[in-house]
């Protein structure tokens, strides 16, 4: 096998990756979704053969590479399009402690155990999970960990959902919060927000404040 020509070949194929990554936007290892780590292990080994196979033109074989940075472009355009679809292709947060209280039946749907959150917890400095109020696992897999706070009853804590994502009102959340849909209406009239269509996030805090970004 001719040294010069796999030299040649890792080159290309290294820019070749790099471009590709860049295209498909930036994001730390440990936040890649479902979608993107299955599409970094497809282009790696299709980068091993591309370098292996000297036999097959190089076109052919980044080609493919090609295409998988198109579907995961494309995928990622329709995420942000639509609420569904992203949850489809990058999952929904879980809930594993609500409010102090560790919610088994979320961990078992999660095939998560309490080693696993213990382990995580003590990643994020985090003695006990009596000293937690909630902890959320991500569809990276990281735990998200917001601690107790004290002098705070569990009924004014409210946890960190966004109430209005693309302009459209998340009643679930809502629901989570003890708030309702009319509720949140009054609110933002008052803040001068008549269309909840020009929204493109809406957070409501402990402190009774609003964290609103319009779209554009």
């Keep these: 096998m001719d040294i010069g020509t796999i ?14 990554m860049r295209m498909m936007g930036k994001r730390e290892i440990g936040q890649l979704s479902i979608v993107d780590f299955v599409v970094s292990i497809m282009i790696a080994e299709l ?27 494309s995928l990622a355009f329709v995420s942000l399009k639509s609420d569904r679809m992203r949850k489809i292709i990058d999952g929904k947060p879980s809930v594993l402690i609500n409010r102090g209280e560790i919610d088994e039946k979320e961990m078992r749907k999660q095939r998560y155990n309490f080693d696993d959150l213990l382990i995580q917890l003590r990643q994020k400095n985090v003695q006990s ?21 004290k002098g705070k009853e569990k009924k ?19 629901e989570q919060m003890g708030k309702t849909p009319l509720w949140l209406r009054q609110e933002l009239r008052k803040l001068g ?16 404040n609003f964290f609103i970004d319009e779209k554009g």
């Design 7 to 20: 030299a040649a070949r890792t080159i290309v194929i290294y820019f070749v990756i790099l471009l590709v």
């Design 47 to 73: 980068a091993v053969v591309s370098i292996e196979n000297t036999t097959v033109p190089m076109i052919e074989q980044v080609t493919p590479m090609v295409i998988l940075m198109l579907i995961q472009i």
């Design 129 to 149: 999970p009596a000293d937690v109020e909630f902890a959320i696992l991500e569809p990276s897999g990281k735990l998200s960990v917001i601690k107790k706070k």
């Design 156 to 174: 004014d804590i409210l946890l960190p959902l966004p109430i209005i994502l693309d302009g459209k009102v998340q009643n679930k959340h809502l």
């Design 193 to 208: 927000y008549k269309d909840i269509k020009k929204i493109s996030y809406c957070i409501y805090t402990d402190e009774g």
